[in-house]
């Protein structure tokens, strides 16, 4: 394994929401940075740069994580995924971000991005949370402004949603 010096720069190559890119990045280079200042994905935002308030999740190989955390040489070869990649298409929203927009459960949005990152992971290994389940990850994500209501609103919907069920809001617009 070849040494690199702490402010020489290494080809980074990931798959980031389903493209190959390329950028540069120094040893030290976190993946956040690396996203935003390399490849120009500022959805991915930085709040605490701990690990903490969870505003830098993104998913690396399909697991939720915070990308302050992970050096961006870590992600060289890997599948990284953004708030950027989650709707399928520019002119549609998936079930999560539906419901976040429906339930009015983002409001200066600086969260956001995070909290759809690593609700998308979590349900789609746990389809079916209790609300005690989503309350522990959204512990993982600190929130200045929605009070968490709409936010486990629109969390609980989007699950539901995914399973194929039908809401009450739904069912009465029928």
């Given amino acids: 394994m070849r040494r690199v010096a702490i402010d020489e720069t290494v080809p980074v190559t ?9 950028g540069q990045a120094t040893s030290r280079m ?9 490849i120009g994905q500022t959805g991915t935002h930085v709040g605490c740069e701990h690990g903490v308030c969870g505003c830098c999740t993104v998913r690396v190989d399909g ?14 070869g890997r599948k990284v995924d ?9 002119d549609a929203l998936n079930a999560l971000q539906r419901a976040f927009r429906k339930n009015h459960a983002l409001q200066c949005g600086f969260c956001t991005p995070g909290i759809l990152m690593s609700f998308s992971d979590f349900l789609a290994r746990k389809p079916d949370p209790s609300e005690e389940e989503v309350r522990e990850v959204l512990g993982g994500h600190i929130c200045r402004c929605t ?3 709409g936010l486990m609103k ?3 919907e989007a699950a539901a949603e ?13």
Avoid: W
Wanted: glycine fraction near 8%.
């Fill in 63 to 76: 697991v939720a994580g915070r990308s302050c955390l992970m050096l961006a040489v870590q992600a060289d």
């Fill in 30 to 38: 976190l993946l956040t940075d690396f996203l935003r200042h390399q």
């Fill in 82 to 90: 953004t708030v950027e990649g989650l709707a399928p298409s520019r």
């Fill in 14 to 22: 990931i798959e980031l929401n389903g493209m190959k890119v390329t």
């Fill in 147 to 149: 009070g968490y209501a």
């Fill in 154 to 156: 629109a969390i609980m």
């Fill in 162 to 174: 995914m399973r194929g069920e039908t809401t009450d809001a739904e069912t009465s617009a029928a």
